[in-house]
């Protein structure tokens, strides 16, 4: 046996020593499988179904690893919620059962900590006195700076909710600072979770960040990160990995940019100010500076809002695809508007020509001015205008984009208030392929990694090579634990094209329906899925009273929402995309999961679009060989909610008529748990769910 695997066993012996711990065999066999990729410096992929314990099989490993081998550990999840959790429960628990304690941290993005600067001297805007007072206590007891314990902090205190909202924004670390010209620098939060992160041998944190990190050094030629070099990266909820990359790569012009480049401007000016001593020379220097910045916002404003897109287009349309050739395929060839592309170029080489304007003028500006500065102003100044040019600059690229894409579509879409143009990757594997699977080992890692019982899809989308890959056995028994509810054909019709369909009133009427007897049959207890808000919307505008709490997400935060609904046992949640993956509500607050719809994604979008026609061009079937994969995998995920400890026992609901009647349900039904029952019956189901509370003890 290696001295890895030895350690790592030594733990396990003091794990099951531990009162209350159950030995898994399957949490031992994926953590011999961790340690073997880490002894071997090779890439894995496991699959490890709900229940087999998964963090702790990658921890124990993973500080074994660091504390043997004395080496360096990244551990990436999804959200900053899984983050936190791993970080503040999961991460302590396997350090225990170790006799020594490697040094860890957490990073996470820089709006997840609060600026001392902002709430020092009072930066907020219109804040109440005695919240300001609120603000300043926290900081001086935070012991991070994170919001997870700014609201921890507001609980305490009982803080007025409307009190609460868009605090955080306010406070929160802006894009680029002065750094160490900043007074409050070597107490600052986010600077002191940097220097933890960037010395510690294990480092938790989301996909976010480690896209970002992976970003910042292709930009910098490796000159620049934010975690440093790694020896191993360890990555959970690994399904989760293609839309992270998706949205790391992905860029738009719309009102957001507008804003974020005029606060950039702004705050750079503001910062560099702050840097210099009241004199007569830096009053005249603060206000050019001030000027710059004001001339920059309003360009930029008539750059983004003089353009007559709106006038043009009712619905979103790809302008512009790489490879060409994707144009003349049959999705895109009547939806495509390549005479809109030199809108958007005007538009984007525009904004790119202000950014150069606006940091040729900013250092003009300082050259005129530099010789009546102290030197440590004139340093100053240069550090902090150089650490927003970083910023600019990474924006001036991503605008390179909507010009010329790289394998990709860009497109113009109207919005609420105007339009917007986007660019995002059609394909994500390459770049992840040199940007990260190429220079460390990785183990990734999720209850639902394989399609039809393979993992050819997943690797194919994310560029994963590599022939070690495990599927560890369920652990949860689904025939006594879970039944499965399919609606008799007939009392649901087919999901309607859009909310206007005609046939859209009485799809939403028989949903509402069957939610409203499932609700009843488990006295609510329930979560609810909807592939789109609007559905969520429409159905539950058709329900009746009912003698339980309906939460509906966007109704507060998620994390607020997730809370109530674990904490009040009958309430039942209705959610959209978040809510399918990486939710846990345990127990009995939980014994009815409905899916309402298969989340097909709307194909008719540009992106989608333009995905189909890549299997077009590739002489592939788009919808075999992407969109039934992608639901597939994502009603695993929902399934996955339900059961999330051996003694949990609940009915999942689909209520979608084509998992009945369409070839492809069957095969959507062959990849959740194998040995569920299956129910048309109401009135079975009642049955079967009263006999499986009884045998739990519990009452209906
Ligand atoms: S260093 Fe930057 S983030 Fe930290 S307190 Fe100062 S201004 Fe805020």
């Given at each position: 046996?290696s001295?890895?695997?030895?350690?790592?066993?030594?733990a396990?012996?003091?794990?099951?020593?531990t009162?209350?711990?159950e030995?898994?065999?399957?949490?031992r066999?994926?953590?011999?499988?961790?340690?073997?990729?880490?002894?071997?410096?090779?890439?894995?992929?496991?699959?490890?179904p709900t229940?087999?314990?998964?963090?702790?099989?990658?921890?124990?490993?993973?500080?074994?690893?660091?504390?043997?081998?004395?080496?360096?550990?990244?551990?990436?999840?999804?959200?900053?919620v899984?983050?936190?959790?791993?970080?503040?429960?999961d991460l302590?628990?396997?350090?225990?059962?170790?006799?020594n304690?490697?040094?860890?941290?957490l990073?996470?993005?820089?709006?997840?900590?609060?600026?001392?600067d902002?709430?020092?001297?009072?930066?907020m805007k219109?804040?109440?006195?005695?919240?300001?007072?609120?603000?300043?206590?926290?900081?001086?007891?935070?012991?991070?700076?994170?919001?997870?314990?700014?609201?921890?902090f507001l609980?305490?205190?009982?803080?007025?909710q409307?009190?609460?909202?868009?605090v955080?924004e306010?406070?929160?670390?802006?894009?680029?600072?002065?750094?160490?010209?900043?007074?409050?620098?070597q107490?600052c939060?986010?600077?002191?979770?940097?220097r933890?992160?960037?010395?510690?041998?294990?480092v938790?944190?989301?996909h976010?960040?480690?896209?970002t990190?992976?970003?910042?050094?292709?930009?910098?030629e490796?000159?620049?990160?934010?975690?440093?070099?790694?020896?191993?990266?360890i990555i959970?909820?690994?399904?989760?990995?293609?839309?992270?990359t998706?949205?790391a790569?992905?860029f738009?012009?719309?009102?957001?940019?507008?804003?974020?480049?005029?606060a950039?401007?702004?705050t750079?000016?503001?910062?560099?100010?702050?840097?210099?001593?009241a004199?007569?020379?830096?009053?005249?220097?603060t206000?050019?500076?001030?000027k710059?910045?004001?001339e920059?916002?309003g360009r930029?404003?008539?750059?983004?809002t003089?353009?007559?897109?709106?006038k043009?287009?009712?619905?979103?349309?790809?302008?512009?695809?790489?490879?060409?050739e994707?144009?003349?395929?049959p999705?895109?060839?009547?939806?495509?508007?390549?005479?809109?592309?030199?809108?958007?170029?005007q538009?984007?080489?525009?904004?790119?020509a202000?950014i150069?304007?606006?940091?040729?003028?900013?250092n003009?500006?300082?050259?005129?001015?530099?010789?009546q500065?102290?030197?440590r102003?004139?340093?100053?100044t240069?550090?902090?205008?150089q650490?927003f040019?970083?910023?600019?600059?990474?924006?001036?690229?991503s605008?390179?984009q909507?010009?010329e894409?790289?394998?990709?579509?860009?497109?113009?879409?109207?919005?609420?208030?105007?339009?917007?143009?986007?660019?995002?990757?059609?394909?994500?594997?390459?770049?992840?392929?040199?940007?990260?699977?190429?220079?460390q080992?990785?183990?990734?890692m999720?209850?639902?990694?394989?399609?039809d019982?393979r993992?050819q899809?997943?690797?194919?989308?994310?560029?994963?090579?590599?022939?070690?890959?495990?599927?560890?056995?369920q652990v949860?028994?689904?025939?006594?634990q879970?039944?499965?509810?399919?609606?008799?054909?007939?009392?649901?019709?087919?999901p309607?094209?859009?909310?206007h369909?005609?046939d859209?009133?009485?799809?939403?009427q028989?949903?509402?329906?069957?939610?409203?007897?499932?609700?009843?049959?488990?006295?609510?207890?329930?979560?609810v899925?909807?592939?789109?808000?609007?559905?969520?919307?429409?159905?539950r505008?058709?329900m009746?009273?009912?003698?339980?709490?309906?939460l509906?997400?966007?109704?507060?935060?998620?994390?607020?929402?997730?809370?109530q609904?674990?904490?009040?046992?009958?309430?039942?949640?209705f959610?959209?995309?978040?809510?399918?993956?990486?939710?846990?509500?345990?127990?009995?607050t939980?014994?009815?999961l409905?899916?309402t719809?298969?989340?097909?994604?709307?194909?008719?979008?540009?992106l989608?679009?333009?995905?189909?026609?890549?299997?077009?061009?590739?002489?592939?079937?788009?919808f075999?060989?992407?969109?039934?994969?992608?639901?597939?995998?994502?009603m695993?995920?929902?399934?996955?909610?339900?059961?999330?400890?051996?003694?949990?026992?609940?009915?999942?609901?689909?209520?979608d008529?084509?998992?009945?009647?369409?070839?492809?349900?069957?095969?959507?039904?062959n990849?959740?748990?194998?040995?569920?029952?299956?129910?048309?019956?109401?009135?079975?189901?009642?049955?079967?769910?009263?006999l499986?509370?009884h045998?739990q003890?519990?009452?209906?």
């Amino acid at each position: 046996m290696s001295n890895l695997w030895n350690a790592v066993e030594a733990a396990f012996r003091r794990l099951e020593a531990t009162s209350g711990y159950e030995p898994r065999p399957v949490q031992r066999e994926m953590a011999r499988f961790v340690c073997e990729r880490m002894e071997g410096k090779s890439t894995g992929l496991i699959e490890a179904p709900t229940g087999v314990g998964k963090s702790l099989a990658v921890l124990l490993p993973a500080i074994a690893y660091s504390l043997n081998e004395k080496r360096r550990l990244v551990v990436s999840t999804y959200t900053n919620v899984l983050a936190e959790q791993y970080w503040r429960k999961d991460l302590p628990f396997a350090l225990s059962l170790f006799p020594n304690a490697p040094s860890a941290a957490l990073a996470m993005g820089r709006n997840r900590y609060a600026c001392l600067d902002a709430i020092r001297n009072n930066k907020m805007k219109a804040t109440p006195v005695e919240l300001a007072k609120f603000l300043h206590e926290w900081s001086s007891v935070a012991q991070e700076g994170v919001e997870a314990e700014w609201e921890e902090f507001l609980r305490r205190k009982a803080i007025p909710q409307p009190w609460k909202r868009d605090v955080w924004e306010q406070i929160a670390v802006p894009s680029a600072c002065r750094a160490r010209f900043c007074p409050y620098y070597q107490n600052c939060f986010y600077y002191q979770a940097r220097r933890r992160a960037a010395e510690a041998a294990i480092v938790i944190t989301n996909h976010a960040f480690v896209l970002t990190d992976a970003l910042m050094r292709e930009a910098t030629e490796d000159s620049t990160s934010l975690l440093g070099e790694y020896d191993f990266l360890i990555i959970d909820e690994a399904h989760d990995m293609l839309d992270a990359t998706t949205s790391a790569l992905e860029f738009s012009i719309d009102a957001a940019l507008l804003e974020k480049l005029i606060a950039h401007a702004a705050t750079m000016m503001n910062q560099v100010s702050e840097t210099l001593q009241a004199q007569d020379s830096a009053v005249g220097f603060t206000m050019s500076l001030q000027k710059l910045a004001q001339e920059f916002a309003g360009r930029c404003r008539d750059i983004v809002t003089v353009s007559n897109l709106p006038k043009i287009l009712d619905t979103g349309i790809a302008v512009r695809v790489a490879p060409a050739e994707l144009a003349d395929m049959p999705a895109l060839r009547t939806a495509f508007r390549p005479d809109l592309h030199p809108l958007v170029v005007q538009v984007a080489q525009s904004l790119q020509a202000e950014i150069s304007n606006l940091l040729r003028e900013t250092n003009q500006t300082y050259q005129t001015y530099k010789s009546q500065l102290t030197e440590r102003e004139r340093e100053a100044t240069e550090a902090t205008i150089q650490q927003f040019r970083v910023g600019f600059e990474q924006i001036y690229r991503s605008l390179g984009q909507l010009i010329e894409p790289s394998e990709g579509v860009c497109w113009v879409e109207p919005t609420a208030n105007g339009w917007k143009a986007c660019y995002a990757p059609l394909i994500v594997s390459g770049w992840l392929q040199e940007h990260l699977w190429s220079r460390q080992p990785s183990l990734l890692m999720s209850a639902t990694l394989t399609v039809d019982g393979r993992f050819q899809f997943f690797e194919q989308q994310l560029g994963v090579q590599t022939p070690h890959k495990r599927i560890l056995p369920q652990v949860f028994d689904y025939s006594r634990q879970c039944a499965l509810y399919l609606p008799p054909s007939g009392v649901i019709p087919a999901p309607p094209a859009n909310a206007h369909a005609p046939d859209a009133p009485i799809y939403y009427q028989r949903m509402a329906e069957q939610i409203t007897q499932l609700l009843t049959l488990t006295q609510g207890r329930a979560l609810v899925l909807f592939a789109s808000r609007q559905e969520m919307q429409q159905v539950r505008q058709r329900m009746p009273p009912l003698p339980f709490r309906i939460l509906m997400q966007g109704d507060g935060a998620n994390a607020d929402l997730s809370k109530q609904f674990r904490e009040d046992v009958h309430s039942v949640l209705f959610g959209v995309r978040s809510f399918w993956t990486g939710f846990d509500a345990p127990g009995e607050t939980l014994v009815n999961l409905i899916l309402t719809r298969i989340p097909f994604e709307v194909p008719t979008t540009p992106l989608q679009r333009a995905r189909q026609a890549r299997y077009e061009l590739q002489g592939e079937d788009a919808f075999r060989a992407w969109s039934l994969p992608m639901v597939k995998q994502q009603m695993r995920q929902g399934f996955g909610r339900l059961i999330r400890r051996s003694s949990d026992v609940g009915i999942v609901a689909i209520l979608d008529p084509r998992v009945r009647e369409r070839s492809y349900g069957r095969e959507i039904l062959n990849n959740l748990p194998h040995g569920i029952a299956i129910y048309d019956c109401l009135d079975a189901l009642a049955r079967w769910y009263e006999l499986a509370i009884h045998a739990q003890g519990k009452t209906v």
